[in-house]
């Protein structure tokens, strides 16, 4: 797990948002009962300028529900995401300049056993001086 990765969980946990059986970093536990939350990295990528380059990541966080329950319980813990990260600052170690976490696009999907409901998020960071 790296730092961004870290911040992350640390935001959601902190969050305490309701419904949801745990925060989990590209595969939850076998046999968490949904719903939870599951996150993982889209891209990560440094602009290599300088020393000090500025990266730009993305996560996919999605809560994933019972398909029998219907899609308002991943609904609802995909608003209280949204209302954790969107518009919000993260605490990430090693880096002196973090941006604001912004939402880029949502994720709705549905397959045979669960609902899938949150959205892409990017974060900037700037690397600590050496």
């Known amino acids: 797990m790296n730092a961004v990765e870290a911040g992350l969980l640390a935001k959601l946990n902190a969050a305490s948002i309701a419904g949801q059986n745990g925060v989990f970093l590209h595969l939850a ?9 599951l996150m993982r990295p889209v891209t990560g990528i440094s602009d290599g300028s300088n020393t000090r380059d500025m990266e730009n990541y993305q996560y996919d966080v999605i809560a994933v529900g019972s398909i029998d329950a ?51 998020y990017e974060l900037t960071v700037s690397k600590a001086a050496p």
């Open 29 to 37: 536990t076998q046999g968490t009962a949904l719903p939870y939350i």
């Open 70 to 120: 219907g899609p308002a319980p991943a609904s609802t813990i995909a608003n209280a995401i949204d209302t954790a990260l969107h518009g919000q600052t993260i605490t990430v170690s090693g880096y002196t300049l973090v941006g604001e976490v912004r939402r880029v696009r949502r994720v709705e999907l549905r397959d045979a056993e669960a609902y899938y409901r949150g959205a892409t």
